[in-house]
T-cell receptor
Framework: AQTVTQSQPEMSVQEAETVTLSCTYD???????LFWYKQPPSRQMILVIR??????QNATENRFSVNFQKAAKSFSLKISDSQLGDAAMYFC????????????FGKGTSLLVTP | DTAVSQTPKYLVTQMGNDKSIKCEQN?????MYWYKQDSKKFLKIMFS???????INETVPNRFSPKSPDKAHLNLHINSLELGDSAVYFC????????????FGQGTRLTVV
């Protein structure tokens, strides 16, 4: 069985500052992928960043980067230079080889960005 | 053009009714899904179809029946609606293979009264 744990129900950051959202996961599979999705109040699920487990290099997308620690099964998301538009629910998700391509989601972290 | 579209966006209905949510994707993907997001925002897979064939059927009541008439469509029919069915239902799609993310529709907020 696969599990994804997000231990921070809520986080707050000031505009222009940096925030890190935590995620840990558990799987016995060696071939898997990790994602961070953003869900703003509009409800739309938006992919933020993707990491292949076989890649040692941490993924980066503009102001978003991850710290992927495979041995520790940790996959945190760092948002730099936070903007008001970053306020949303953030979900960590795991995709494993025998899951029928379905995503296993964490419970989410609600990010508040203050001016 | 909307990549994954669901209709309706909002659905309010009485207990005991039967309702359907439609989903269409124009991305040419082979795999489509239904996810349920409960009141606490937790997202969980319900069904997954690959090339019109069911490949995942999580533990959901058999009142929920997905139907895939073709690769581009995956509809969700719900019989005898209950209060606990109130949630947001997301349709999603992805190409076959693991190294790609799923593309989500905008969700359907179902309220059973």
């Amino acid at each position: 069985a696969q599990t994804v744990t997000q231990s921070q129900p809520e986080m707050s950051v000031q505009e222009a500052e940096t925030v890190t959202l935590s995620c840990t996961y558990d799987t016995s599979e060696s071939d898997y992928y990790l994602f961070w999705y953003k869900q703003p109040p509009s409800r739309q699920m938006i992919l933020v960043i993707r990491q292949e487990a076989y890649k040692q290099q941490n993924a980066t997308e503009n102001r978003f980067s991850v710290n992927f620690q495979k041995a520790a099964k940790s996959f945190s998301l760092k948002i730099s230079d936070s903007q008001l538009g970053d306020a949303a629910m953030y979900f960590c998700a795991l995709l494993v080889s025998n899951s029928g391509y379905a995503l296993n989601f964490g419970k989410g972290t609600s990010l508040l960005v203050t001016p | 053009d909307t990549a994954v579209s669901q209709t309706p966006k909002y659905l309010v209905t009485q207990m005991g009714n039967d309702k359907s949510i439609k989903c269409e994707q124009n991305l040419g993907h082979d795999t489509m899904y239904w996810y349920k997001q409960d009141s606490k925002k937790f997202l969980k897979i319900m069904f997954s179809y690959n090339n019109k064939e069911l490949i995942i059927n999580e533990t959901v009541p058999n009142r929920f029946s997905p139907k895939s008439p073709d690769k581009a469509h995956l509809n969700l029919h719900i019989n005898s609606l209950e209060l606990g069915d109130s949630a947001v239902y997301f349709c999603a799609s992805s190409p076959s293979g693991q190294n790609t993310e799923a593309f989500f529709g905008q969700g359907t907020r179902l309220t059973v009264v």
